[in-house]
């Protein structure tokens, strides 16, 4: 399937004794830059994010920039299977789908320290690494253990995420309050592209669909506008005759 591929940690035991310990996969991570998102920061939102699935439900966790960071744990989830962790940037992520029904240890810790795009140029980053971590027990003199993750590395697109290992793995696609919106918005661009076979004149037809369902309000408004203006020099005679008595 597009942008996936297996990864497999295998643990195993050379020694004499029974050997017990911990393995860990580092997603990564990295915040906004600095700025992003406000009005005078010159750099648009990003997006810089965790995001994890289980029993249904999607949990969040935003990768802030911090302008002196300390080395110091996020968040730390213990005991859990999730369907799928995700790092994300706005349009790309990278996820790990564990095939393994072993429980994990999520860790996102900021590392304490900030990066910069140049060697003349402020730090305007900060480095966060995001560990799934599960306990490897017992394992017997020349025994092994392993454990395996599906992993998707590619664009937040509904297509390439529905077709993907897992279910749910497009909820990692955020449109926020405006979702009971965006979403029906989408299927229905989505609709047009396929019988026009072109994204701008679909989003022409979009827009076209889109006045016909509001015309009535927009009528409304229009003949409203209509009936102030006809009463507008009669309201202004009232407002200059009684400019001294408001009330």
Not at 3 to 27: A, C, H, M, P, Q
Not at 63 to 79: C, D, I, N
Not at 91 to 103: E, I, L, R, S
Request: proline share 5%; aromatic share 12%.
């Amino acid at each position: 399937r597009p942008y996936t591929s297996e990864f497999r940690l295998i643990v195993k035991n050379n020694g004499t004794t029974d050997w017990s310990g911990t393995v860990s996969l580092d997603l990564g991570g990295v915040s906004e830059i600095k700025g992003a998102g406000s009005i005078f920061g010159g750099h648009p939102m990003e997006y810089r994010e965790v995001v994890f699935h289980q029993d249904g439900e999607v949990k969040r966790e935003k990768l802030a920039f911090v302008e002196h960071p300390a080395k110091e744990t996020v968040l730390e989830k213990k005991g859990f299977f999730p369907d799928w962790v995700a790092a994300n940037s706005l349009y790309f992520a990278f996820v790990a789908m564990p095939k393994t029904k072993d429980a994990l240890d999520l860790t996102i810790l900021r590392t304490g320290f900030n990066s910069a795009a140049s060697r003349t140029t402020a730090p305007d980053r900060t480095l966060y690494e995001v560990w799934l971590t599960a306990s490897v027990g017992a394992i017997p003199p020349q025994g092994e253990k392993q454990l395996s993750f599906d992993l998707f590395t590619g664009p937040k697109s509904k297509s390439a995420l529905t077709a993907s290992l897992v279910p749910n793995l497009d909820k990692n696609i955020d449109y926020g309050f405006f979702s009971v919106v965006a979403w029906p918005l989408y299927y229905f661009l989505s609709w047009c592209h396929k019988i026009l076979g072109n994204w701008g004149i679909a989003i022409i037809a979009l827009t076209f669909v889109l006045k016909l369902l509001l015309f009535p309000l927009t009528e409304k408004a229009f003949v409203a506008g209509k009936k102030m203006q006809k009463i507008q020099p009669e309201l202004n005679d009232l407002k200059e005759k009684y400019k001294d008595d408001k009330q």
